[in-house]
């Protein structure tokens, strides 16, 4: 049974910081690609950012230069470092692995908010 567990998520004035973590109990970490999304009250879950098993990575335009993915595939985790927080990031956080299925997180809310 293959488990993700985020963390790092909490409530942050604009232009904040934060970092997520995801650990995944897989034994090969480093085959998987791995992903961020989020879901804002009554939207969509909508792709993050992604980090592909090679280290490529992928940005939606709305964290373009704010967001950065990274992943350490000795500790079978991967971060999304979050800067220059506005009150529209603010949403739930999903932690996903992919390789020939998907797994997932079980969330972690951010708050954007003075």
């Known amino acids: 049974q293959v488990q993700l567990v985020e963390s790092g998520g909490g409530l942050v004035q604009p232009g904040g910081s934060l970092r997520l973590s995801c650990a995944a109990s897989?034994?090969?970490?480093?085959?998987?690609?791995a992903a961020w999304y989020r879901q804002a009250p009554g939207k969509q879950r909508e792709l993050v950012a992604r980090?592909?098993?090679?280290?490529?990575?992928k940005y939606a335009d709305s964290v373009k230069g704010r967001f950065t993915i990274s992943r350490d595939n000795a500790k079978n985790t991967v971060y999304l470092q979050m800067s220059s927080l506005k009150p529209e990031d603010t949403a739930v956080y999903y932690c996903?692995?992919?390789?020939?299925?998907?797994?997932w997180g079980q969330g972690t809310q951010v708050t954007v908010s003075s």
């Open positions: 996903n692995i992919a390789r020939l299925n998907d797994y």
């Open positions: 897989v034994r090969i970490f480093s085959i998987y690609n």
């Open positions: 980090i592909t098993s090679g280290g490529s990575t």
